[in-house]
C-alpha cells in the first residue's frame, strides 16, 4: 500500500485553476462526489476494495430480507419487533425500502401499523427524555429526579445516525 501511494504521488500532477475558480467553495458534499484527481481515484478505488465493507454490503439485503420474513412467519420473533424500541432512521429507512419490495400487500397491511407505531411512540419516548435533560438543568428542577434522562442525548444521536457515541470513534477504513 505505502509503495503504490508513493506511485501515485509521484505520478499525480496538479490541475491549472482558473482565475474565477479561485473564488469558488469547496461543495459541501465533496465526500460523496466521484473522486477528479488521479488521487482520489485511487484512494476510492481502494475504498471499494475493503473485505469487512465489502461483505458486509453484499449480506446487508439478506439480513433485512430475512427480518422481513421472520416479522411476517415467527410469532416469537414478531413479539420481540413489537416489544422493541425501534430503529435508528438509517435502517429505518432501509426496513421500509425493503418491505416495499418484498412484502405483500396484506403483509404491509399488518407491517406498516406496527412498525410506524413503534417508531412514533419511541421517538416521542426520546423526544420526552431530552426535553426533561434540558429542564434538568435548570436551577428550579437541581434536586428533581433525572427520570430516564441521564442518556438522552447519546441515545437521540443513536436512533437519528445509529451507533452509541460512547463507543470509541468509528473508523471506516484502516
Known amino acids: 500500500m505505502n509503495a503504490q501511494l508513493k506511485e501515485e504521488i509521484q505520478k499525480f500532477t496538479p490541475k491549472k485553476v482558473s482565475f474565477l475558480n479561485k473564488f469558488k467553495s469547496v461543495p459541501d458534499n ?15 478505488n481502494k475504498e471499494k476494495s475493503c473485505y469487512v465493507c465489502h461483505h458486509f ?30 430503529f435508528c432512521l438509517h435502517h ?3 426496513i421500509v425500502e425493503a418491505a416495499e419490495i418484498k412484502m405483500s400487500d396484506s403483509d404491509k397491511k399488518d407491517f406498516y401499523p406496527q412498525l410506524f407505531s413503534l417508531m412514533e411512540t419511541n ?10 435533560l434540558v429542564d434538568k438543568y435548570d436551577y428550579r428542577n437541581k434536586d428533581a429526579d433525572w427520570k430516564n434522562s441521564k442518556d438522552a442525548n447519546q441515545r437521540g444521536i443513536q436512533k437519528i445516525r445509529g451507533g452509541y457515541p460512547a463507543d470509541p470513534p468509528f473508523r471506516k477504513h484502516i
Open 30 to 44: 465533496i465526500a460523496e462526489k466521484t473522486a477528479e484527481t488521479s488521487i482520489g481515484q485511487w484512494i476510492q
Open 57 to 86: 454490503q453484499t449480506k446487508y439485503p439478506r439480513y433485512l430480507d430475512t427480518f422481513l420474513q421472520m416479522v411476517v412467519k415467527d410469532n416469537d420473533f414478531r413479539k420481540l419487533f413489537q416489544n422493541s424500541k425501534g
Open 92 to 94: 429505518f429507512k432501509d
Open 123 to 132: 421517538m416521542h419516548r426520546l423526544e420526552e427524555d431530552i426535553s426533561w
